[in-house]
């Protein structure tokens, strides 16, 4: 209770008496003490929890209660009976007054993800989430806020410092000069850490010297690049050659660099950190991180400057070692460019050549197989001379069938050889593939023999080729009787072609360019092939048949001219279910033509009407039989021996219709050169090459221009006239 007494006075002013007003508190102390007790209750809670709790009352902010946790964050300060102004001054401008006003006033809450928070203890940005939450009373008027969250500082920066990582992975992942990588860690590091410089440098231990290419300054600091002398800043540098990691955060407090302290100071680094590179025990680089002022570097910062310098290491190191690779492979083509050099003439000779011991084998067979035929040729000429010299001509046809039988032999063995070197000289022409394997069908047949089935699938509307006739049919025959060799017990050949569009995937897996291509396939039911041998089968004289079966030149030479027709050969081969052989072909896109006559003989009865022909050729011999047949043919002859004379002639006012030339020839030019430069000023001038060899593209690789010919050495004396009387009279 509360008891109020008064005196009550008489007339005379004199006390009569007294008043006693007694008033009844109970409920009201009692309300006041739940509502203590409940304060109480709250604190306890309030200070129990992980966040930070405070309360403030009125429109001007006053602190009620803070828990421990604010404490933590904002430091000692006194805060009760005080305005959130008069506490923390230094949070005018960011913001947070406005926010405790517009609360108040609208009495809407507010909440906040790390929100950035600088305070003067701290001199360092610090994150919180929180809330500002109205307080009101019984009637809902807005008396009060409460402030409640969390210091995320510690989440924050370590997001920054993995973010910070990727950005160092991205930014060096492509770069390839040790400089350059170091700069971008600098860069990078530098403004995570916000330090006034970083950089990266290479270490002279001996000199105890500091190189520095480039490195990354805040504003207004001065760079390091250039030669520095160390010990002219402290004895940290030996702790640097222990490979010791070096963290000073007061250059003024550490007795590695006190003495120094005001040089250091001068160049910006009142506190720094060294992380050292050694290779077998030496120093060699440091990476150093620098700031103008005393800071106290936290784990969380020296961790993330290991890893930066971690990782910068592994990115340089890669960088050197790859151009070291590189360095190391230019120097190892030099290297084999040299040994391909010094063997040129055989690897011209032998292309297809994929092993070293082929050329021993290739060597001793071509001694071997062309002594043989010279022996032939020699013996049967000697016997001739003889012969005619006794008057003895009954044997003359026999020896020389003989003669003429070797020849042919050793023609078709050096033809065999350029075929699988991709050297043979080819007449492309646009070909109907279909027609030429229909054409064909009656001679595999017979060559196959009985036991063996045939049959053609041709797809209709086949795309044309431009291809070498006789050496596709020659392809194609190989193909055949090898099937039919894999078939001992009997069984079925398929000739089938197709249009084939390869794409790029395609094409990589064929070895060709990608596009439209059409395709010869021969498959046989015979035994197959395991892998090992489908990997061999190309090579030249690699056969699986029994010696004196097989040369190992047959794929070799359909490998060789489908290459040099732009194509491409694949083996498909299972062990017991047979093999397919396909060919591909470039498509042509053309138009076929049909006026192309055949080439057999011609009898050598005169029928020349004066018409004159130079032959240049620097073989006596060919001029010779040349020379030979043009008489016997009627025409007049005229030879040279060089482009010179040749191409003087052709420059002359002389009749000439036709010349006929070797394409190899001495005097600065060869066939194909004098032929272009004689058409200058006899634009109509018919041309037949003849040649034992000659690189392709000489010949413009089979597309010669219309009144151009081309024949090979040797030829029969019959088809040459053939090809002459054709020329001269079309």
């Not at 109480?40 to 405070?54: L, N, T």
């Not at 049967?380 to 009954?394: F, I, K, W």
């Not at 069908?441 to 509307?461: C, K, S």
């Not at 040279?640 to 030339?661: E, N, Y």
Request: aromatic share 6%; net charge negative.
């Amino acid at each position: 209770m509360n008891l109020d007494y008064s005196p009550v006075p008489d007339e005379r002013g004199n006390p009569a008496g007294v008043i006693a007003i007694v008033v009844e508190t109970t409920a009201r102390v009692l309300a006041e003490r739940r509502q203590a007790a409940e304060r109480e209750r709250q604190r306890a809670i309030f200070q129990q929890m992980p966040g930070f709790v405070g309360v403030f009352t009125g429109p001007d902010h006053i602190f009620e209660y803070v828990n421990d946790a604010y404490v933590a964050i904002s430091g000692p300060r006194a805060f009760v009976g005080r305005t959130v102004r008069e506490v923390f001054p230094e949070l005018e401008g960011q913001g947070f007054y406005e926010l405790l006003d517009k609360v108040y006033a609208t009495g809407k809450s507010f909440t906040a993800q790390a929100m950035p928070i600088r305070l003067v203890a701290e001199n360092d940005d610090r994150y919180i989430d929180f809330v500002y939450e109205p307080l009101r009373d019984d009637g809902g008027k807005v008396t009060g806020i409460f402030v409640g969250g969390y210091d995320v500082t510690d989440r924050v920066r370590a997001e920054a410092r993995r973010e910070t990582l990727v950005r160092l992975t991205d930014k060096i992942h492509d770069l390839t000069d040790p400089n350059d990588i170091a700069f971008a860690a600098s860069e990078i590091l530098g403004q995570a850490l916000k330090v006034s410089r970083v950089g990266y440098g290479a270490i002279d231990p001996d000199a105890e010297t500091l190189e520095v290419v480039r490195d990354w300054t805040a504003p207004g600091v001065e760079t390091l690049a250039g030669v520095v002398p160390l010990r002219a800043y402290g004895s940290f540098i030996d702790s640097l050659k222990r490979g010791e990691f070096i963290a000073i955060n007061d250059v003024e407090q550490d007795g590695r660099t006190a003495d120094a302290a005001d040089a250091l100071k001068s160049r910006s680094a009142r506190s720094f950190v060294n992380v050292p590179t050694l290779e077998y025990g030496r120093l060699v680089a440091v990476l150093f991180v620098n700031h103008d002022a005393v800071r106290a570097w936290s784990p969380e910062d020296l961790a993330l400057i290991r890893e930066v310098a971690a990782r910068t290491r592994v990115a340089v190191e890669r960088s050197r070692n790859e151009a070291a690779l590189r360095d190391l492979n230019a120097t190892l083509q030099n290297r084999i460019a040299a040994a391909l050099a010094e063997q040129a003439s055989m690897e011209d000779a032998l292309r297809q050549s994929q092993k070293m011991e082929a050329v021993g084998q290739l060597t001793g067979g071509l001694a071997h197989d062309f002594n043989n035929l010279l022996a032939g040729i020699s013996g049967a000429l000697e016997l001739t001379q003889s012969r005619v010299r006794q008057g003895r001509v009954n044997d003359v046809e026999r020896y020389i069938t003989a003669a003429q039988g070797a020849v042919k032999r050793a023609a078709a063995l050096t033809h065999r050889l350029l075929a699988f070197s991709r050297r043979q000289t080819l007449e492309p022409k646009p070909t109907d593939v279909n027609q030429l394997v229909t054409g064909m069908q009656d001679i595999i047949q017979r060559a196959v023999g009985p036991t063996i089935a045939f049959e053609f699938v041709g797809l209709a509307g086949l795309w044309p080729a431009l291809v070498d006739h006789s050496q596709l049919e020659n392809s194609l025959l190989n193909l055949c009787l090898n099937a039919r060799d894999a078939m001992p017990n009997g069984g079925k050949i398929t000739v089938e072609t197709a249009n084939k569009w390869l794409d790029a995937r395609a094409a990589r897996q064929h070895d060709i360019p990608e596009g439209q291509f059409l395709s010869l396939c021969v498959t046989d039911t015979g035994v197959g092939m395991p892998p090992d041998v489908v990997a061999r089968a190309f090579e030249p004289f690699f056969t699986t048949k029994p010696t004196g079966e097989g040369t190992g030149l047959g794929l070799s030479m359909v490998y060789g001219f489908a290459r040099q027709s732009g194509g491409q050969v694949r083996i498909y081969s299972e062990v017991g279910q047979g093999t397919t052989v396909c060919i591909y072909l470039p498509r042509y896109y053309g138009e076929l033509s049909g006026d192309d006559e055949p080439i057999t003989t011609a009898d050598m009865f005169p029928s020349g009407h004066s018409e004159t022909v130079l032959v240049v050729d620097d073989e006596p011999t060919v001029r010779m039989l040349v020379t030979e047949i043009l008489g016997e043919l009627g025409y007049v002859a005229i030879e040279a021996a060089d482009s010179v004379l040749g191409l003087k002639l052709l420059q002359s006012d002389a009749r000439i219709d036709l010349l006929v030339t070797d394409v190899g020839l001495p005097g600065g030019m060869n066939g194909r050169q004098m032929a272009d430069a004689a058409r200058v000023t006899r634009p109509e001038l018919k041309v037949l090459f003849i040649t034992g060899y000659a690189e392709n593209s000489l010949l413009g690789n089979g597309r010669l221009a219309p009144g151009m010919a081309v024949m090979t050495k040797p030829f029969p004396i019959e088809t040459m006239a053939a090809r002459i009387k054709q020329m001269i009279e079309s």
